[in-house]
């Protein structure tokens, strides 16, 4: 074994700046003599591995091994060293093998790589999980057609390349998350089933590429030849999703509709998680006709919606002033066991305020407190003035009274509502009363509001003067 490994020198320097791996001091999952043997590893010079190793009175079990080697990718020369001098003295476990060919190729050491290899295939320890190991390796580095070529040549090293490896091979492509290799990707794709059977999985990877890329032309093109080549069955549902994902950002919520009632023909139909992402991106673009569809789609096919969805729902029927289908999402919610909670009534409330829904929006804040749910201090001071715009003062001040009852805070926002809601009433003797009240609480009166209060006690002549100038005598001290 010795002059089988490592040929070559070991190239100990790569062409992208050094990359950062977990070590021992990332970690507590690692045994004390583990911790030793790796702090040993990253401080002493390579060449004085050896001799510190040759002082440790330790055993070196695989377990242990393993550890070690887990923990020292970022010393790859001592941890070659130490490799090398734990296979002199016992045989290394395929598991340690394959530990040392990714410790390597992650360093882009790949000569050197390579040297284990070929080493592995005359121990016979060589596997599948070995090539996977490299796909991730060479694809990290950018070295795509050094993938393929590794693909091409691992039958000579006694694993038969099969639909398990071409999904490997595309996954480590993909993973990389960029137009290069989701390319490669593609190209290895067209080459290789014309040679071996792919499976749903093969298709989900490369839709999932596409999804991230935003790609609609080449997700439908792909999406084409899977219904073709592996039919339709609840276990491709991760390609499905990944298509129907594309279609929902890409803006094309029909055709996704479309092929919903398809798969739910063929009993193929996403999850909520699917529903629920969708929903958002809909939620986003603002297209409630769509994401009423899809809806509906949902409930009927015996999915329940959670409470996050059903509050994205009801808070782009608010966004619409689509009040009435607001408030069937909420009358809904307890038939599929869900219970509103704060956000949903304040989303209902904040669009009864802002459409002046004076009458609606008094008895919804009624149930709102009896359900004990609490508005927001930004609702209790719109709902304040909108009450004193529409002519109902009395609710004005149930407001307030509860803002000051409950102790909502802020508070500053409502207190300034109801002095200016007071001042264009010219109920200035309730207005003075309540500013003494506030002034004396701390509570803060903003200088735009004094100055309301300045214009409805002026109107009033010189009573009501000095009621303003009494005002801002306390407000300046």
């Not at 093998?97 to 390579?114: C, H, P, S, Y």
């Not at 729902?313 to 219970?339: K, R, T, W, Y």
């Not at 200016?420 to 004396?440: F, H, P, Q, V, Y």
């Not at 003067?465 to 005598?473: G, N, P």
Request: charged share 25%.
């Amino acid at each position: 074994m010795e002059t089988a490994l490592f040929s070559q020198p070991l190239e100990l320097h790569n062409d992208k700046p050094p990359k950062t791996f977990p070590s021992y001091l990332d970690t507590f999952d690692i045994s004390p003599k583990a911790r030793s043997v790796c702090e040993m590893l990253a401080r002493v010079y390579p060449g004085e591995v050896e001799t510190a190793l040759s002082t440790m009175a330790i055993h070196f079990d695989p377990e242990l091994v393993e550890q070690v080697l887990k923990f020292s990718y970022g010393c790859p020369a001592s941890a070659v060293v130490f490799f090398k001098w734990i296979g002199s003295k016992q045989r290394h476990s395929p598991f340690v093998w394959n530990i040392m060919v990714d410790l390597l190729g992650k360093n882009q050491m790949f000569d050197a790589m390579w040297d284990v290899i070929r080493t592995m295939k005359e121990e016979g320890v060589i596997s599948l999980a070995t090539f996977v190991s490299v796909f991730g390796s060479y694809c990290e580095a950018g070295k795509f057609y050094e993938v393929t070529m590794t693909f091409d040549v691992m039958e000579s090293y006694g694993v038969v390349p099969d639909v398990a490896t071409v999904n490997s091979l595309l996954s480590a492509m993909c993973k990389e998350n960029n137009e290069t290799a989701n390319a490669k990707a593609l190209e290895f794709f067209e080459k290789v089933k014309t040679r071996i059977q792919l499976d749903g999985d093969s298709y989900a990877i490369l839709l999932l590429a596409c999804e991230k890329e935003r790609n609609l032309v080449k997700a439908k093109s792909i999406f084409g030849e899977m219904v073709i080549r592996v039919g339709w069955g609840p276990q491709n549902l991760a390609a499905y999703e990944a298509f129907l994902n594309t279609l929902v950002h890409g803006s094309q919520v029909d055709e996704a509709l479309k092929f919903l009632q398809v798969m739910k023909g063929k009993n193929c139909l996403p999850d909520l998680k699917f529903f629920s992402n969708a929903l958002n991106v809909l939620v986003t673009q603002n297209d409630s006709a769509n994401a009423i569809t899809l809806w509906d789609m949902m409930v009927t096919s015996g999915l329940t919606p959670n409470l996050v969805m059903y509050n994205a729902m009801i808070a782009l029927h608010c966004n619409n002033n689509e009040i009435d289908s607001a408030f069937q999402m909420l009358d809904s919610m307890p038939f599929f066991g869900v219970f509103a909670d704060s956000l949903s009534y304040n989303l209902i409330f904040q669009c009864l305020i802002k459409n002046k829904k004076v009458k609606e929006a008094g008895k919804f804040f009624s149930e709102m407190i009896k359900n004990e749910q609490a508005p927001t201090p930004a609702n209790c001071a719109d709902a304040i003035l909108m009450f004193f715009d529409g002519y109902d003062p009395e609710m004005a001040f149930e407001i307030w009274y509860y803002v000051k009852k409950e102790s909502v805070t802020p508070n500053d926002d409502s207190a300034n509502a109801l002095l200016n809601g007071l001042a264009s009433m010219g109920r200035i003797t309730e207005m003075r009363r309540n500013a003494d009240k506030m002034l004396k609480g701390r509570i803060k009166i903003y200088p735009s509001t004094m100055e309301n209060l300045k214009i409805a006690c002026f109107k009033e002549g010189r009573k009501g003067r000095e009621i303003y100038e009494d005002i801002d005598k306390k407000w300046r001290s």
